[in-house]
């Protein structure tokens, strides 16, 4: 299994990401485990925090991109495209514990967690530009919300790589925490969190987030519309054939 899932009696399901051998790159296996385990988390009343977490030194190098061309038009049967939705669609609290790299799904994924916590040495990026794309995950819309037009310019057009104490500036990240203390540190957050009533803390996540979860929606949609017809592009196939050799 390249995502192992667990459950805790405290009420907490834990997502982790186990390819070490690629970094933790998402390939289409792993999106489909990844939007069962959300889909289960969603359905089951003991589940009331997912908890989601790569290695204590690596949270996700992207995706898997030689794996994720294989799977043919973005529509709603693409492994990935599932997983966006899925995870846009999610009414519970998710908290991630991000170390080492987090690379394109690796941090635009962060923007729809709720409590975000990263060890000192994490690198962020969104290198979509550079290969001849554009954002993902709705992050057209939640990176400016977050930290304004031009930073998130900074960051998803020229694509450039951000720290730990960075993302703590820019509100990605709640709080920077020793590399050797982050598995265990969010996992007591997220038992602190699944403690709580469940129903005040879901009905209060949708009243933080209000109408962003529908903006989200059609985000994703648009995104995914002109991501798939950059996909086609030369310059985008130009850039991947580049991308493959440095590998």
Known sequence: ???????????VMTISLQRPEKKNALNLAMYRQLTEALQQAQQDTAINVVLLQGSASCFSSGNDLQDFLTAGELDAHHPTVAFLYQLNAFTKPVVAAVAGLAIGIGTTALLHCDLVYAAPDCRFQMPFSQLGLCPEAASSLLLP????????????????????????????????????QLLAFAAAKATELASLPAQAVQHSKALIRGNIKREADKAISTELEIFGQLLKSDACQQQLQRFFQKE
């Not at 299994?1 to 009420?11: E, F, H, I, L, W």
């Open 1 to 11: 299994m390249t995502v192992d899932v667990s459950q805790s009696r405290a009420g």
């Open 145 to 180: 919300n977050l930290i304004g037009y031009q930073r998130a310019a900074q960051y998803l057009l020229l694509g450039e790589p951000f720290d730990t104490a960075q993302a703590v500036a820019m509100g990605l990240v709640n709080q920077q925490v020793a590399s050797e």
